[in-house]
């Protein structure tokens, strides 16, 4: 028995034994740290580097804690956004000597530990704008030996070089020819012009239209448009919150040629000029909120209507009428008390085709155009207060449309024709002279215009597409900018919309589009 209890003692202390072991063997288990993610065939690893030569794409088997990284020879040519981010740790790496041609936007985003990069050697071009913001401690960046086109695109890469703390190696540009093997850290700023314009359709109205009148009521926008198609004097109302022009009202008018809004003492008229069946004034009534008709314009007098300026002298308001009727006459009509009246006969027989008024020098000057004859100059008399001849345009015949512009301190007439070139002419202190020609054949609308310091020349023609120029300042002359695809114009029209600049050209044949001005930084 006591054998007995001999073995039976001595079992169950191996048993014991082999429990404490078998726990042990647990413990030791349980605090084995998880196994190191095997390094990448193509790179050669420690605990906190990492070689690679030939890899197809940035490894991402790497252990987290790298915290320098070298590629050579790497068998792609994009570094793409994020390439980085599963090595938050890293502090050097090594880029250079490779065939990189695209670096994404966020490439080196999540490297917020990263003191030295180096991208020397490779064939970059361009780098993405703010490339190196992310990077709050970069202490040394090298990009030599790169191709560096050093145009707009660089431009942030000139500013960020002038104010960072970064040691950067030199760099030099490879073009633009006038900037090549120039250093990068010193080009001047002032050498780039980044900022270009476009216009970019931005409201199709969907019916034709023949002129178009922008003009500010009780804090409103309003465009008037005349619709002969429709029978109507059409205004639309600018929506701020929408940013869009919306229906608002229409004037009855059968053969609408021209909607001339005017504002005189708080009240608000409408020219209504009419091909057939006589031409009226409308007055707005804001008690019933619609145009009642105020007076009929002589039908003898302006018997075939073309186009109506409106403005004031001597605090006085008037507006004038071209006709273009072998019978009729340009004639002129002054506002008193309750009405508009006849006020003097300019023209006669000469088919009027525009009119453009001209205040400048204190001198108020009214032009006329004719397809008949050259463009007549009048000047205001303040002892007779009427219009008196004052000569001829002789250098264009036949203009269909006269506008002016004011650039620096001379004066300028445009004239489109629609047989022959459309000009440009300087005053020149006793007569007009010719500075510049632009093909237009079939051209019935021409319009200079000014927005924010840049000015322009919108030139239609029957048969071809809108031609937009711009002012040349050192040339003195405008240079093709841009076509717009405007069916038939016939007329241009600036409108300023609150931070939307828009142009209207309305279409005798298509629809009429609402083009918006835009600003483009080439650097950005």
Known sequence: MAGLRTRRGSGLRLLALSGLGFCLMLQVSAKRPPKTPPCPPSCSCTRD????????????????????LTLVNAAFSEIQDGAFSHLPLLQFLLLNSNKFTLIGDNAFTGLSHLQYLSLANNNLQTLPRDIFRPLDILSDLDLRGNSLNCDCKVKWLVEWLAHTNTTVAPIYCASPPRFQEHKVQDLPLREFDCITTDFVLYQTLPFPAVSAEPFLYSSDLYVALAQPGVSACTVLKWDYVERQLQDY??????SAVHCKPMVVDSQLYVVVAQLFGGSYIYHWDPNTTRFTKLQDIDPQRVRKPNDLEAFRIDGDWYFAVADSSKAGATSLYRWHQNGFYSHQALHAWHRDTDLEFVDGEGKPRLIVSSSSQAPVIYQWSRTQKQF??????????????????RAGRD???????YIGDSKILRWEGTRFSEVQALPSRGSMALQPFLVGGRRYLALGSDFSFTQIYQWDEGRQKFVRFQELAVQAPRAFCYMPAGDAQLLLAPSFKGQTLVYRHVVVDLSA
């Open 49 to 68: 580097t990492a070689f690679c030569v030939d890899s197809k794409a940035v490894p991402r088997n790497l252990p987290a804690e790298v915290i320098s």
């Open 249 to 254: 009202d229409r004037i009855p008018a059968p």
């Open 388 to 405: 008196v001849a004052q000569g001829e345009v002789t250098q264009v015949p036949d203009a269909q449309a006269v506008k002016h512009f």
């Open 411 to 417: 004066s300028y007439l445009c004239l489109s024709r």
